[in-house]
């Protein structure tokens, strides 16, 4: 299993978001925080299952969530840069290194 390890930016990223879907529904920010986790878990199983879509960076969509998780190669390990909604303008994330 490939070592994982989340920035804080990446961090504010999904409190920002669980904070939001909270205010929508009850419960609705587990669902967002296990779907979340699910992604996590695959990308630690499979870091190189999905597709480079800029430089170096890859991004793995959430299936239930508009949201994509936007990682890449960190030395030894793999760095989440964010989790950010689909809608959002990339040169938000693309400044994150």
């Not at 030395?75 to 938000?92: I, K, N, S, T």
Request: charged residues 25%; hydrophobic residues 45%.
């Amino acid at each position: 299993m490939t070592a994982l390890r989340l920035g804080a930016l990446a961090k504010n990223d999904l409190a920002q978001a669980g904070a939001w879907y909270a205010e929508q529904a009850p419960g609705l920010e587990l669902r967002f925080a296990t779907a979340v986790e699910a992604m996590l878990g695959q990308l630690e199983a499979f870091p190189e299952s999905h597709p480079v879509v800029y430089r170096d960076v890859r991004r793995a969509h959430l299936r239930t969530f508009p949201y994509a998780v936007l990682y890449h190669r960190r030395g030894d390990a793999w760095f989440v840069l964010g989790v950010v909604h689909q809608a959002r303008d990339p040169r938000v994330w693309q400044r994150r290194r």
